[in-house]
């Protein structure tokens, strides 16, 4: 397998955005990213675009629709979906292209417009349960990762308040963000004064709704060494897919994220990842889904990852730096665009060139995380500059 680098990374601003459509948030985020690298559009071999069902963004065949503004006119184009998993998972089927010999170069391009999907995302995630056994619940996600928080809290003996400091970092890590819909400076009380949406989950530990674009520009290492003087290596990709029938697991830890966590380890030639990862960037579309997949990607033992994070071991300034992004929380969620932010950041954190966002001592080696669907995929990359 050849090694692949990420050479280029662009995104739009996260935002409710009415006056641009979905073609046009992924031309923006592919012309940054081609931008960063100083690479034409001639150059690029092919295109990989991800986005979650067509639902969100009111456009059925939405993957031919988006093609031509994500730069792949007349070029070998690929479109792939998981959920929320979907951003990590597109650069790593861009990878696929570049490390089998295929191509030299991939422009990997994510997007979301969810404010199109009327009268709420919540509309197109009530039908993706199961028509016999969940549907008649009337499931909506709120309550269902209420009672997975409330499971985790149970469990570990953790009170809200404690899940709460995720948000109050995370929002206040994205004032730094210049593509940030969230920032904000907050305490654990103006958390906890907020709207509960379905017990334990306030509304400022939810992300919100957001239209957006990300890309990474992805080249081999001849390339990439032509190209720049601080390409950022792809050192390990993993996915894993968990049932569908959520309810009969017990939801209080990741499964899915381990699997998936230890694949692009053993890739990457990562044995001790608390020890060997200096950055992180978990998927956090809930305050406690960050603390949850870090416990799964083996960055915080089973049920400690509360207690870290009230020590400051995952502030920007800690001994791991956890979503310096501001993450989903701060900064947004496009679905698929969301995961490709995070890969974005490292690309950012990796080469020194995350402005106020910047983690002290030049991090070496990040990792990425995002999940999907029924509470079952996992995806994770890891990036390094060695």
């Known amino acids: 397998m050849r090694r692949v680098a990420v050479v280029g990374a662009g995104m739009t601003k996260f935002i409710h955005r009415a006056l641009e459509t979905p073609k046009e948030l992924s031309w923006l ?137 995720v948000s109050v970092k995370n ?26 949406m379905a017990w334990p989950v306030h509304r400022l530990m939810v992300s919100p709704t957001s239209d957006g674009a990300a890309a990474v520009l992805l080249a081999s290492e001849e390339v990439a060494k032509r190209v720049t003087n601080k390409p950022v290596w792809v050192q390990g990709v993993g996915w894993c897919l968990d049932s569908a029938y959520w309810t009969n697991r017990d939801l209080y830890y990741p499964d899915y994220v381990e699997k998936a966590a230890w694949m692009a380890y053993r890739m990457a030639g990562i044995r001790e990842p608390r020890k060997e990862i200096n950055l992180a960037e978990p998927y956090d579309p809930f305050a406690y889904k960050e603390l949850h997949h870090l416990e799964g990607l083996q960055l915080a033992p089973k049920g400690q990852a509360p207690r870290l994070l009230a020590d400051g071991v995952f502030d920007r300034d800690g001994d791991l730096p956890t979503c310096p992004s501001g993450g989903l929380l701060g900064v947004g969620n496009p679905i698929a665009a969301a995961g490709m932010m995070k890969l974005c950041e490292l690309f950012w954190q990796l080469r020194g060139e995350a402005g106020p966002r910047q983690v002290p001592g030049r991090p070496r080696r990040g990792v990425a995380q995002a999940w999907g669907d029924l509470m079952q995929v996992g995806t994770v990359v890891v990036m390094g500059v060695n």
């Open 171 to 196: 929002k206040r890590n994205a004032l730094g963000h210049p593509s940030a819909q969230l920032g904000a400076e907050l305490t654990v009380k103006d958390v906890l004064a907020s709207e509960i």
């Open 29 to 165: 985020a592919a012309k940054a990213a081609l931008d960063s690298a100083e690479m034409k559009l001639d150059q690029v071999d092919c295109v990989v675009e991800g986005t979650a069902p067509d639902a969100f963004d009111g456009v059925h065949m939405n993957g031919e629709y988006l093609s031509d503004g994500c730069g792949a006119w007349k070029k070998p184009y690929l479109r792939c979906y998981v959920g929320g998993g979907t951003g990590v998972y597109a650069l790593a089927q861009g990878w696929f292209h570049i490390a089998s010999g295929l191509f030299d170069t991939a422009l990997v391009v994510c997007e979301e417009k969810m404010s199109t999907c009327l009268p709420h995302p919540q509309a197109a995630f009530l039908t993706i349960f199961d028509n016999i056994t969940e549907q008649p619940l009337k499931p909506n996600l709120l309550w269902i990762f209420a009672l997975e928080m409330n499971r985790y809290m149970s469990v570990h003996g953790y009170s809200v308040e404690d899940i709460a400091k």
